[in-house]
């Protein structure tokens, strides 16, 4: 980056650092921060949701027959419905889970997860939409480069 001119520098940190160049890395990282800084508080709708520990429900997003374990997040305007969303996952804004249940994950925003019997250890990027078949058993997949699909 020096060759190329621009400007580096070091810095001193008094605190915890974490190197998440990987997924196992990024769902650790996750893990921490939720432990150290989730709170529970309710800004979202719930809707016969069974609320179990410290879970932060940001405005505008609603769970409707439910389980929600902490320490978790739920971004704003989500939809959750019928579902569990287990310890240590965080979901992005504008995400809609419908029938599935996901523990100790990462999910970005715009994402559509329906039908998922479970899902762990995952990251799931943006817009993105995994929907079980219920007709056919019949895998179909658009994987992004530098992806690891596990079934």
Known sequence: ?????????AEKLE????????KDDILYANAKILDEYIKKEINGE????????RVT?????KTINSTIRGPA???????IENSFIGPYTSIGNNTQIIESSIEYSVVLENTLIK?????????????????????????K?????????EI
């Open 57 to 61: 429900i940001q405005k505008n997003a």
């Open 15 to 22: 605190t915890w650092w974490l190197d998440t160049g990987k």
């Open 141 to 149: 997949l658009n994987v992004g480069d530098y992806s690891e699909v």
């Open 115 to 139: 039908g998922v019997d479970r899902l762990e250890e995952s990251l799931i990027g943006r817009n993105t939409k995994i929907i079980k078949n219920q007709k056919h058993k019949t895998l």
């Open 73 to 79: 997040i739920i971004g704003q305007n989500c939809h």
């Open 46 to 53: 719930t809707i016969n949701t069974k609320i179990e520990g």
């Open 1 to 9: 980056m020096i060759n190329m001119g621009y400007k580096v520098k």
